[in-house]
């Protein structure tokens, strides 16, 4: 497991895939981000939450959807908010997520340049 | 691993990360190209074919950049174009490749409606 990327790292940390200057660093916390939505369970969770009214969910919101199981639901949320994918507030009994969109902004600007190719 | 996906298919299935209407073939789809991208020397590979001169490398071309073996790199040029981010041509001794930019164009749709978030 990579080291959790806090949103503000994410969007200044990231290369463009255009050249020789994606140094290590860049290349191993773009491919984290690329990791964190390589499961489909984990893009239909962020396709679901995004959609959310007021654009958050809970945990219970999300396992009726998906048809997996609560523990297995939370272990994709955690590995999306470890990426700086999603953030999680706990409001009583449950943790509401949020998409960050800063995160997946940076991403897209990663794929830029290469549309131009 | 995943069927390989063609560009055509890749531009043509994938519904955006916004909504329920994600159906579990577009989740398979779309994290298997985030799969493609998910390993660091894979986004190095992607960033140096973009960057090289006329936006192609033979594996001769990537093998001294990356630091690792030719059966490695020619490993991971595989994932690569198994999944529609690269394609191959054979030129004699050597295989050539090139950045699919449709492919990555897709990728990025899918990620645009989570900016309005």
């Known amino acids: 497991m990579t080291s959790p990327v ?10 463009p895939l255009d ?3 994606l140094d290590d660093e860049a290349a191993v916390r773009l ?4 990791k964190a939505l390589s499961d489909p369970a984990r893009v239909k969770l962020v396709s679901l939450i ?3 009214a007021d654009g958050e969910a809970c945990v219970c919101d999300l396992t009726g959807p998906l048809g997996l199981s609560q523990p297995t639901v939370s272990h994709h949320l955690k590995l ?6 999603l953030i999680r507030q ?11 969109p800063e995160t ?5 600007r990663a794929l830029d340049p290469l549309l131009a190719v």
């Open 104 to 108: 997946l902004a940076a991403t897209r």
């Open 31 to 34: 491919a984290s981000m690329f």
């Open 80 to 85: 999306l908010t470890d990426a700086g994918v």
């Open 19 to 21: 050249g020789g200057v």
């Open 50 to 52: 995004a959609a959310a």
């Open 6 to 15: 806090i949103p503000s790292d994410v969007a200044g940390c990231c290369s």
């Open 90 to 100: 706990q409001r009583g009994r449950w943790a509401y997520y949020r998409v960050v």
